[in-house]
């Protein structure tokens, strides 16, 4: 792990010094601390102080008929009380769009590649995830707006081949507006989740695999937003998630009686069904300071996830697992230009409450949070 916390900083290093030579060189910097009263999201309900310090940089190439650019993401995590969960990722990419003579369409399209490292003792988490993706966005009218796309995921875990998948995501989403100031959001897609057989015998004249059947899952949401004003909106969502049955798999989720964390490998969205409703109030105060304020509702209905107590003992009911989420958060935020060799700084301050209602004991648990972040854009 000490490898690459010098490789991180190194690379910090590097690409300030390039931006000094390259115009079209965009980076920004980013530190946040934050409280939680429940830092792994589980029924032990550890509490600690996360610090999180990010980086992205940026180089955008610019042609005649592509805009593109070339990109790096970081952010290294670190936990005060428990600083075995100490971990990184980092991300490499590079995506562009080219748009239509008419200017009624626009190609996007890319491709990226990421990764999850922490310590020795949680490498189980671990992964690198490479991603491929195109969309279109298309102006059918002034008003009306359609997006149509497709990606492509591959994530490997490193000590849990048999997790690894390879991922197929379709999507369409329709915006309308009105003059009235109310807008309106559609969203389908379907994803398809096939994992990779992993090898379970070396004789390489017969070798024999094991393979987990294939999962999908539908994901429709609407969502209407309405202006109250020059400074003021508020906006309704309902997502509906459901498994249609197309291929015959279930989720591959991880069980273990002493951990549980909101990773995919703990809580993969492919495994449960159900409902969601949010509802989001956004207003500048005075001093162009922003103020946010949100609430998210969840019914989740898990499939063949048999419940167990908090001894980790099976329960006999023969009933599966279903979780209410209830959760509450509320922001500040104020952005400054400056001149002073930094272009911009951004100061937040985030705080929330959430409440896991669940039918298996092992779920069920709270979590109170706040946080203070800064954000500077060097170039």
């Known amino acids: 792990m000490k490898k690459h916390i010098i490789f991180y900083v ?81 991300a490499f990419g590079y995506d562009g769009y080219t748009v239509s003579s008419d200017n009624k369409r626009t190609l996007y399209f890319g491709a990226n590649w990421r990764m999850h490292d922490g310590k020795d003792i949680y490498d189980f988490f671990d992964y690198s995830k490479l991603q491929f993706y195109g969309n279109s966005k298309i102006y059918f009218r002034s008003n009306l707006i359609g997006k149509f796309g497709y990606i492509l995921n591959n994530r490997n875990y490193s000590e849990l081949p048999e997790f690894s998948y390879w991922e197929h995501y379709l999507y369409a989403q329709m915006n309308t507006f009105f003059q009235t100031g109310t807008s309106i959001t559609m969203i389908f897609n379907y994803g398809l989740k096939n994992y990779i057989p992993l090898q379970i015998s070396s004789n390489w004249r017969n070798p024999e695999f094991f393979e987990m059947p294939s999962v999908d899952q539908l994901v429709s949401s609407i969502k209407v937003a309405q202006s109250l004003g020059d400074k003021t909106s508020l906006s309704l969502k309902y997502l509906n998630r459901l498994n249609p049955g197309l291929v015959t798999g279930s989720a591959a989720v991880m069980n273990t ?77 104020r952005s400054f230009a400056v001149n002073w060799g930094i272009k911009n700084i951004k100061l937040s301050l985030q705080g929330g409450y959430l409440k896991n209602d669940s039918n298996a004991g092992y779920y069920r648990f709270d979590n109170y949070f706040g946080s203070l972040g800064l954000q500077f854009r060097v170039k």
Do not use: C, M
Request: hydrophobic share 30%; glycine share 6%.
């Open 257 to 333: 009686d002493d951990l549980f964390t909101e990773d995919e490998l703990f809580d993969d969205r492919y495994g449960y069904r159900g409902h969601e409703f949010s509802l989001n109030f956004t207003h500048y105060l005075p001093a162009y300071i922003k103020f946010e304020l949100g609430s998210v509702y969840y019914l989740k209905d898990y499939h063949n996830r048999q419940l167990y107590d908090i001894d980790g003992n099976l329960d006999i009911s023969g009933d599966t697992r279903s979780d209410q989420r209830s959760l509450i958060w509320g922001g500040l935020s």
């Open 10 to 90: 190194a690379l910090l290093s590097t690409i300030l010094s390039i931006s000094n030579i390259f115009s079209q060189t965009s980076i920004s910097v980013s530190q946040s601390l934050a409280y939680y009263s429940n830092s792994f999201y589980n029924y032990k309900q550890l509490p600690d102080v996360n610090d999180n310090l990010g980086l992205k940089a940026s180089h955008i190439f610019k042609g005649e008929t592509v805009q593109s650019r070339i990109f790096y993401q970081g952010d290294l995590n670190y936990f005060k009380t428990y600083s075995d969960r100490l971990y990184h990722n980092q």
